[in-house]
Nanobody, 115 residues
């Protein structure tokens, strides 16, 4: 069983920054493809950024140049550095891990961008 726990959410003004963390239990973290998703009120959950076990990354167009996904396999932790935040980034952010066809989700952390 893999457990994922997000932290680092909060409220910031437009243009501000936040760093999300996703701590994983278990030794399979380094083998798993990981990703950050978000869900705004009334909208479907969407992929924000992904990082493969080998470290390759991809981003949805709306966050390119502002968000950076990374992982520290020694700490079983994934990060999402979010800069120049915009009101439209407001959502609950979830981390997801995929290993051997199984998906594992965290409980989510709220990010609110408002003046």
């Amino acid at each position: 069983q893999v457990q994922l726990v997000e932290s680092g959410g909060g409220s910031v003004q437009p243009g501000g920054s936040l760093r999300l963390s996703c701590a994983a239990s278990g030794s399979i973290f380094r083998l798993a493809a990981m990703g950050w998703y978000r869900q705004a009120p009334g909208k479907e959950r969407e992929l924000v950024a992904g990082i493969a076990s080998g470290g390759s990354t991809d981003y949805t167009d709306s966050v390119k140049g502002r968000f950076t996904i990374s992982r520290d396999n020694a700490k079983n932790t994934m990060y999402l550095q979010m800069n120049n935040l915009k009101p439209e980034d407001t959502a609950v952010y979830y981390c997801k891990g995929t290993w051997r066809g199984l998906n594992y989700w965290g409980q989510g952390t709220q990010v609110t961008v408002s003046s």
